[in-house]
C-alpha cells in the first residue's frame, strides 16, 4: 500500500520528497499494486495521498521515467511500463558518472536529437507546444531562484522528442533519462564560481530559446541548426572541462 508523505514546503526537504515518492510509487510498481499497463493516479491524486506539491510529484515521476518503469502518454496520463521479453536498450544514470561518459553521451544526442528537432518543427501541436513551453518557463523559474534545472531542462527535450510524433525518439530519450544532461552528472569542475555556472545556464536557456521559436514557426532545418549548436556547445565546455580536470592533479584525485 502506499505510505503518505506528510508535506514539508521547507527549503531543502524537496529533493528527500521527490526520493521518498519516487520509491514509493516504484514499489507499488515492482509489487505490482500497480500492475503493468495501469494508469498511475492522477498528479492531484498522489498529491493528496502523499501530501505534496505538484513540483515533487513532477520530479518523481520524471525519476522513473529515466528509470524506464513508466512512459506518460500525453493528454491520456503516466502507465506503468510492461516489461518486455528479449533484449531491452537501457542506461543506467548511475554509471554515467565521468565527464568522459557524458561527452559520448552528447555525441549520441547531437545525432539524435538534431533530426528530432526537425521533425518536431513538421509535425509539433499546439498542445505539445504548450508543454515545451512549460517545461522552459519551469527552467527560467529554477534558474533565478538558484535551484536545479536539470529536470526541467530534460523535460524540455523530452518534449521535443514526443512532437516527433515517431515513439521511438521518445522511447529512446526516456531511456537515457537524466543522464542526458551534463549538468546531473558531472561534478562541476569549470564551475567553481557560482556567477560562470548561473552565466552557463543562462546561455543554455536562450539556447532552448532558440530551438523553441524554430519549433514555433514550423522551421525544421532551423530547429536542426539550433539544437545541434545547443549541443555542440554543451561538448566543447565539458571538453575544456575535462582538459582542466585532466591537467590539475588535484582535481584528479577526487
Known amino acids: 500500500m502506499v505510505v503518505s508523505t506528510s508535506p514539508d514546503r521547507r527549503p531543502g526537504k524537496s529533493r528527500r520528497l521527490v526520493h521518498e515518492l519516487a520509491d514509493s510509487l516504484s514499489e507499488n510498481i515492482r509489487n505490482c499494486v500497480i500492475r503493468p499497463g495501469e494508469k498511475l493516479p492522477t498528479e492531484s491524486e498522489i498529491m493528496a495521498a502523499h501530501g505534496v506539491s505538484r513540483t515533487v510529484v513532477r520530479e518523481a515521476i520524471s525519476s522513473l521515467q529515466a528509470a524506464g518503469m513508466v512512459e506518460t502518454r500525453h493528454?491520456?496520463?503516466?502507465?506503468?511500463?510492461?516489461?518486455?521479453?528479449?533484449?531491452?536498450?537501457?542506461?543506467?544514470?548511475?554509471?554515467?558518472?565521468?565527464?568522459?561518459?557524458?561527452?559520448?553521451?552528447?555525441?549520441l544526442r547531437i545525432s539524435l536529437e538534431t533530426e528530432a528537432a526537425g521533425l518536431a518543427a513538421a509535425r509539433r501541436t499546439e498542445q505539445q507546444l504548450s508543454q515545451m513551453r512549460d517545461a522552459l518557463v519551469l527552467f527560467q523559474a529554477r534558474l533565478e531562484s538558484g535551484e536545479d534545472t536539470a529536470d526541467p531542462d530534460f523535460q524540455f527535450h523530452l518534449q521535443v522528442a514526443y512532437a516527433t510524433e515517431n515513439r521511438y525518439f521518445a522511447d529512446v530519450m526516456s531511456h537515457l533519462g537524466m543522464a542526458t544532461i551534463p549538468s546531473s552528472r558531472v561534478p562541476a569542475v569549470d564551475t567553481a564560481a557560482g556567477e560562470i555556472r548561473v552565466a552557463y545556464l543562462r546561455v543554455v536557456n536562450q539556447a532552448h530559446e532558440a530551438i523553441y521559436d524554430a519549433i514555433f514557426r514550423r522551421d525544421p532545418e532551423g530547429a536542426r541548426a539550433a539544437m545541434r549548436a545547443h549541443l555542440a556547445h554543451s561538448r566543447d565546455r565539458l571538453r575544456r572541462a575535462q582538459e582542466i580536470a585532466e591537467s590539475d592533479p588535484k582535481l584528479n584525485e577526487r
Open 75 to 107: 493528454g491520456i496520463g503516466t502507465f506503468a511500463r510492461v516489461s518486455r521479453t528479449g533484449l531491452e536498450f537501457r542506461l543506467d544514470p548511475a554509471t554515467t558518472v565521468t565527464v568522459r561518459d557524458v561527452l559520448a553521451m552528447l555525441e
